[in-house]
């Protein structure tokens, strides 16, 4: 079995700021023991992860609240521009 800490819920990854994005770092904080450890490491308080599991209807419904609250603001836009472009 895999009980490396990367997989295990009380470890929390540190994270570099990149040009686009940000990158993990090999380490991270263990809220079991208190100590900046490993991702590749493993100890006796290993907990697995839940995995998250995002269904497409989900998926579907969190973009559609979106667009509703793009479209909400872009008439908001052209009722204050009063037709003017």
């Known amino acids: 079995m895999d009980n490396k800490c ?3 819920k009380q470890f929390d990854r540190y994270y570099t700021r990149g040009v686009t994005r940000f990158d993990k770092t090999e380490i991270g904080r ?3 023991t208190g100590d900046d450890v490993s991702a590749q490491g493993s100890c006796d308080e290993f907990t697995a992860k839940t995995p ?3 269904t497409r209807y989900a998926i579907e419904l969190c973009l559609n609240k979106i667009m509703t ?3 909400a603001v872009r008439n908001m836009i052209e009722e204050n521009d009063d037709g003017q472009v």
């Open 52 to 54: 998250v599991k995002r």
């Open 30 to 32: 263990c809220y079991a």
């Open 69 to 71: 609250d793009i479209s």
């Open 6 to 8: 990367k997989r295990c």
